[in-house]
């Protein structure tokens, strides 16, 4: 499954999109993130909000988990 990125800087907003379609019920709030549903509780698109700070600490943690770098794949990702 492809996922669409969207960076703000202004806003400083990692927008993740999981479903183009869909319609968007309510949103709920947990810390630094922010996750849309659709009314059968479904998520469409999780927001990560200060993402410069909250994608560095993800990173470092997942770095330190693996015990040191991790190497990224460089299959093309499918349409």
Do not use: N, W
């Amino acid at each position: 499954m492809v996922y669409e990125l969207r960076y703000d800087p202004e806003a400083d907003v990692l927008s993740i999109i999981l479903k183009r379609s869909g319609k968007l019920s309510h949103a709920e709030e947990c810390g630094d993130f922010v996750i849309h549903l659709d009314g059968e509780g479904r998520p469409l698109l999780i927001e990560v909000l200060r993402a410069s700070e909250v994608v560095r600490r993800m990173a470092d943690a997942v770095t330190q988990a693996h015990g040191g770098p991790i190497p990224l794949s460089r299959r093309k990702a499918s349409p």
